[in-house]
DNA sequence: GCTTTAATTCTGGAAAAGAGATTTTCATTG
DNA sequence: CAATGAAAATCTCTTTTCCAGAATTAAAGC
């Protein structure tokens, strides 16, 4: 039994899905398969009831599920207890708007409750300017969103600002059209039957991402919105549709089941600058990667 | 970090001797170096201080020992949680002696908090009359000292009978003759100065290697006795050496460093029969792993 | 009934672990 | 103080395990 199995464990159980849990954890499905299954053999024990293609935790499973939280748990608390020394002072972190609102705060908790001497400075904004803000030293990291291959070839002055960063994938965002409610299927750009794309700030990679994509077919105008509940509340309106990952639209639990429209995966990068360590940011870098696949409801310890 | 790591550390904790713990864990010292350092470097702390070839845990391996120790003890629990099936009944369990005396309190009080239902029967024997209790389904299972190989060439009975069994090692003995305070070293048995070897009844295995090795070049007596503190009470009278693993004269704070001289490493394996796993075993299989490694001071979980 | 999506199985290549030999280091002893 | 012995570390080679990608299977939706 070990931790990286449980890791993937929990993933699996929080997502109910390999696929998902597979892309949670950086890894291929087969893998996420193969590691559950020698997982239920070690432990003598069926943890998943496989009906068609759901994957249900059994009694078993859920009792392993505590467990498996408690362990990792434990594991962060003992890699933070021999930190030799213990971080202070203050980390400054920027993040875009949507990975504050749907991944930070179980890590933020987290990290708040083990190192309350550390003074966490958040700054929310859009991953150019964060990038820029970290390799100019006014944050020690960011949390932005890594422009697909195409738009870094676009844009070259981000591409070689993020090459001069230290860069490492924490989450995956699956990025979505959120369309109003009766509006048709689409299935590219074409079918876009609104006046307008609803996103954030300019410099938001969501936001260029979309308009990436809507350019193709049509050419709609976007309008800036300050946040994810003020794009909502717009494309409820009927006119427009919002941009937006589906982490956050869960987190809003809509009324009825929205139409939406996948633009892929985008990963979320953690990045901060190659030379420079505080030991604050160690311990914040080690929170954040024991907390990725996890579930938000955090174990008691 | 990976659990066996951690049971890795804990041995090499425990025993302050890369070497010690590679037998306790059936390693080779090598790979316990390597753990050990990948475990430091993965954690960013020193564990040991290599002050010339003792290791002594720093200040920051005594607090990750603790959690070491709370890991290995929730893991543990965490693989009984998810039996299917709860044990109960009866267990017949038996063991020779010494394995007893030095190796059992703690896995044994440690499976009894566990399952209280289990109504534990322990049978004190030899070796050979053990394994074949356990194939004539008389035991569930023996701990038994494994013949080393030319002793198992001469007697093909026994050999026969555990080829029968399922066997795994669970602990490694170091295997003594125990000599009279004031009698010289030894270098083999045509040095002992001594009219007789105390030993326990003719089964044990322990008693017929000392009796191998000292037929090479003399031919002693072998005094038959109950129980290993009378072998040393005869020790004492100085005309006698005692035969018994290291681990049990270590339990028993004899007043003066004794002379001792090595036979070798013997090991003590688990045997069961192939075909029947009862559930009551298989929980204390699982207990009996994981504490092989471990000191006998058991963790507060 | 066909298409789509998700899980599993299979397979080849890459990475890690383990064993044994060698070297280094330190304590002990003559 | 040099020689010896024992224990840890290092190095190298073999074996095992792990992981990604392709192929396969099975279930759900249209």
Redesign the pocket.
Known sequence: M?L?SIEIFLAVASD???????KAV?????????????LEEDLGACL?S??????TLTREGETFLAYANRLMALALEARQAVRPLAPSGTLRVGTMESTAASRLPAPLTQFNQMWPDVSLHLTMGASRDLARDVLADVLDCALIARPPKTMREEDLDFDAELKALEMETVFVEDLLIVLPSGHPAIKSAADLRVGSLAALEPGCTYRRIAENWARTSSSLPTTEHGSYHAILASVATGNTAGVMPRSVLDLMHWPTAVQTHQLGPVETLLVYRKDDCPSAFSAFHEVLGATKGRDVRLAAN
Chains 1, 2 share one sequence.
């Not at 496989?50 to 994957?55: A, C, E, N, T, V």
């Open positions: 070990d990286s109910r899905s390999v696929t998902k849990a597979a950086g890894r291929v499905p087969s893998n996420v398969t193969t590691r559950i299954q020698q998943f496989r009906d068609g293609k759901k994957m």
